[in-house]
């Protein structure tokens, strides 16, 4: 079953292969729900990708194996990183975490927020991550957070007492201000009006040109069909099929 | 990028109870590995035999040390190891009290690591003390104290900069945050968190609190009955966890 | 020498102890002097005196002395303490050593608290009696613990001591018993001799014994041995001074008490060691008839002679 890198897709940054993923519930009688039989995706830069389906049907499995969050249990998921091609699968623990840092991207629906760190270290924190300086992160983060218009009263406080709109703003200057080649997005504007749902479609379209692949879960219809070139659609129990 | 430290079949028995079984994983420069699992599942041993006081009964601890070598943990002599444990290892212990002198003041708890590593000026040590209260935000005027006359919180922040002082490369910390309330807990978690980063420490973190663990640990090892029964990234052990028991774990801690 | 053995008390083997005990009391001591400043534990005896009366120095004193060594003891500097006196006595009884007060002329001094101002010579024993050996018990109670600290030369903790006089007083306060390191390797309790002394250890010409018989632990400084007192590069050690003379014999530079003299506060500073003071002043005293000049010195040390014991 294992591949070599050279039959990868050429020009392709992101390749998952014949992902396999259950779930066991072992506290309720060892039920096993089986979520992906075998979803395979190779993706491009300058791609933005849509995940489609009903809900359960494993669009958000599927990205959260891609970001390693979800451990899979068959397939291999070859990520470009910094000129190598790396599978996640069998990537050491140090290395997912360092993969996360330079290459793949990840906005969550939900900010994990600490108390007592304020909007601005949170934010700037995976761009100080990466080796940029403190100012130069603060920087970028605070013309994401006049782009995103979360108001500047907000930049020093805790986002623990911030709207859902607002701690969505922070999650994605967090995730935009580094220039990561692959970036997930997790339903980034489930929370926005309609203006700072405009930013985001441009700051995507600018990943877009940049040439960065963007895979997404987009619940609004209209981002969605801005935004994306191809869509991976989701069904109960069956095998995904892509369109593009 | 090398290892800090590699633990291979670690195993430690009391009479017929394995406290540890074969317990193997490495931990890499800058990272933070959470030990959980609940009261008796061996965490606490584990963390007392990698630190050698208690002896392990089988198994290798192999550290790099800054100087690039090479050590046995186990096979070191007893002054090399408590060299180690006074300057590049530190130790925060669950009770203030264990870790710290209550009968001297604050800032000789802070200087007596410096004092340990040779330094014999006292203005230095001194103004190096009021230093890493600062860092862990105890008042300066509070130098001269005892600890005795500190809340809980300050104790274990005071702990945290005795330990600090020498710029170690490892530390164990054995539920650090227990018996804190939980306002409390943040502060000290929050300033964890800081000083681990700007310092690139390495830390083994046994709690038994998911929180905590979510919160500053990049990977996670779960022990029951003194055997490692999943590990991986925090993340994937928590969002995705297979073993039963951590999902058991899981689903029983109150704020996700 | 000659030993008179009129006043032996009958029964008594010499210097009390039998030979095995102070024979291997003895060993102990090599072992002590080869190690300059490490404890060796020793089998003390019973003496017929309580523990905290010296009955570690008289051990090491009656394992050593001879027919022809000459005895000194003092107590707080002074020979005619009562438990000098005693002490004495008790050596005269059991061995019929001679004794003496002077400095100069004692082969043996057995000491509590001082060491004589005058120099000492090689040749000279000083026997120290000591209450507690360990220098690190304060911050360590277990034994084993302090036993491995010492193996390991684990000092660091013991200038948290230093540091803490620092902090609270503005310079270290600790006046007696002022711990030293010992040929750069052992860390040593002087026993309660006053820091005046401390420099005294140094490098001495002369052998010196410390001997605990409660705790049943001597060690030793054998003579030329270097003796540091424990400070910090910017708090250097430093030995009392009193801006006074002495009232008796004007020294400047030697250990002086405070003596409260009337009702009224009046008080005055005399040298600690008699033998010291009684020399310079009879010394002087020649000087003076020399010249013909009458001293007219208005109090004499001796009223304070029987006055005794100002433990």
């Known amino acids: ?128 991550d990466s080796g940029v300086e403190v100012t130069v992160a603060q920087a970028k983060v605070r013309s994401l957070f006049e782009l ?10 805790s986002p623990t007492t911030f709207s859902g709109g607002e701690k969505q703003r922070v999650n994605i200057a967090r995730a935009f201000a580094v220039n ?7 339903e980034p504007t489930s929370s926005l009006d309609a203006a700072n749902r405009e930013v985001v479609v441009q700051l995507i379209q600018e990943k877009k040109e940049q040439g960065c692949a963007l895979i997404g879960i987009f619940h609004d219809e209209e981002v969605k ?18 369109s593009g | 990028m090398n290892t800090l430290l ?55 601890i192999i550290y790099r040390n800054s100087a690039n070598q090479i050590l046995h943990i186990n096979q070191i002599s007893e002054s090399e190891r408590r060299q180690l444990m006074r300057s590049e290892w530190g130790f925060v212990r669950q009770h203030a009290r264990d870790g710290l002198r209550m009968k001297v003041t604050a800032g000789a708890n802070i200087g007596e690591r410096l004092l340990d590593i040779g330094q014999r000026h006292y203005g230095r040590i001194r103004a190096e003390s009021s230093e890493w209260l600062e860092q862990v935000e105890i008042p300066g005027h509070r130098i001269d104290d005892l600890p005795g006359t500190f809340s809980g919180g300050m104790q274990q922040r005071l702990q945290l900069a005795r330990v600090l002082v020498t710029r170690p490369r490892l ?57 490692v029964v999943e590990q991986g990234l925090t993340d994937q052990v928590l969002d995705d966890p297979h073993h039963p028991y951590t999902q058991s774990l899981i689903s029983a801690t109150l704020v996700p | 020498m000659i030993v008179s053995t009129d006043n032996l008390e009958p029964g008594f083997n010499f210097a009390y102890l039998d030979e095995q005990t102070k024979r291997s009391i003895r060993r102990s001591l090599l072992k002590a002097i080869a190690i300059p400043g490490h404890q060796i534990p020793f089998g003390s005896r019973e003496m017929p005196m309580s523990y905290g009366w010296g009955t570690g120095g008289i051990q090491l004193t009656a394992s050593i002395i001879g027919k022809n060594d000459k005895l000194k003891v003092i107590d707080q500097g002074a020979d005619d303490t009562t438990n000098a006196v005693n002490i004495r006595r008790f050596f005269k009884k059991v061995c019929g050593v001679s004794t003496t007060e002077k400095t100069a002329e004692a082969t043996i001094i057995q000491t509590r608290h001082r060491i004589p101002e005058t120099p000492l010579r090689a040749g000279q024993t000083m026997v120290y009696q000591v209450p507690i050996p360990e220098p690190l018990r304060w911050l360590e109670p277990s034994e084993v613990e302090t036993r491995k600290m010492h193996a390991l030369s684990e000092y660091g903790a013991m200038y948290v001591r230093l540091y803490e006089d620092i902090t609270q007083y503005g310079y270290i306060a600790t006046a007696y018993d002022y711990p030293v390191m010992v040929n750069d390797r052992y860390m040593m309790r002087p026993s309660p001799i006053p820091r005046f002394d401390n420099p005294k250890l140094h490098m001495s010409e002369a052998l010196q014994i410390f001997g605990a018989g409660r705790e049943k632990r001597l060690y030793a400084l054998p003579p030329y041995t270097s003796v ?60 003076a008839a020399a010249v013909s000049v009458v001293n007219t010195s208005s109090v004499s040390p001796e009223i304070f002679k029987n006055g005794g014991n100002r433990s």
């Open chain 1, 1 to 128: 079953m294992p591949r070599s890198t050279a039959t990868l897709p050429a020009g392709s940054i992101l390749h998952a292969h014949k992902l396999y993923k259950g779930f066991t519930l072992h506290n309720q009688g060892g039920i096993h729900f089986p979520v992906l039989q075998g979803a395979s995706l190779a993706v491009h830069p300058g791609d933005c990708w849509a995940l489609t389906g009903a809900s359960g049907s494993g669009k958000s499995t599927f990205m959260r194996s891609l970001y390693a969050n979800y451990r899979t249990d068959q397939g291999e998921i070859w990520v470009q990183h910094q000129g190598e091609w790396k599978n996640l699968t069998t990537c050491e623990p140090h290395e997912i975490l360092e993969i996360r840092i330079y290459t793949l991207g990840y906005v969550s629906q939900f900010l994990r927020v600490i108390p007592r760190v304020s909007a601005l270290d949170v934010a700037a924190e995976p761009l100080i």
């Open chain 1, 148 to 157: 995103l218009n979360l108001p500047s009263r907000l930049w020093s406080l």
């Open chain 1, 180 to 186: 990561y080649p692959i970036l997930l997005l997790d």
């Open chain 1, 225 to 242: 069909s801005r935004v994306c070139n191809r869509a991976m659609a989701f069904s109960l129990n069956e095998e995904a099929t892509i």
């Open chain 2, 6 to 60: 590699d633990v291979q079949n670690l195993s430690k028995a009391y009479g017929s109870v394995q406290a540890c079984d074969r317990i193997s994983f490495s931990l890499y420069p800058g990272q933070i590995l959470g030990i959980i699992g609940e009261s008796g599942s061996g965490k606490t041993t584990l963390l007392s035999a990698i630190a050698h006081q208690t002896p392990s009964d089988s198994g290798q």
């Open chain 2, 171 to 227: 530390v164990l910390m054995d539920e650090p945050t227990g018996g804190l309330d939980v306002s409390v807990q943040a502060k000290l978690l929050d300033l964890m968190r800081q000083i681990v980063r700007s310092l690139n420490l390495s830390v083994i973190l046994v709690t038994h609190d998911i929180g905590v663990v979510r919160l500053l640990a990049h990977r996670l090892i779960v022990m029951r009955h003194g055997k």
């Open chain 3, 228 to 287: 540091k007192s424990l400070d910090f590069e910017d708090y250097p050690f430093t030995i009392e001074s009193w801006g006074k003379a002495c009232e008796f014999c004007g020294a400047t530079n030697s250990y002086l008490d405070e003596v409260v003299v009337d009702n009224h506060g009046g008080r005055l500073w005399i040298c600690s060691d008699t033998d010291y003071c009684s020399q310079r002043q009879s010394a002087q005293r020649q000087n």
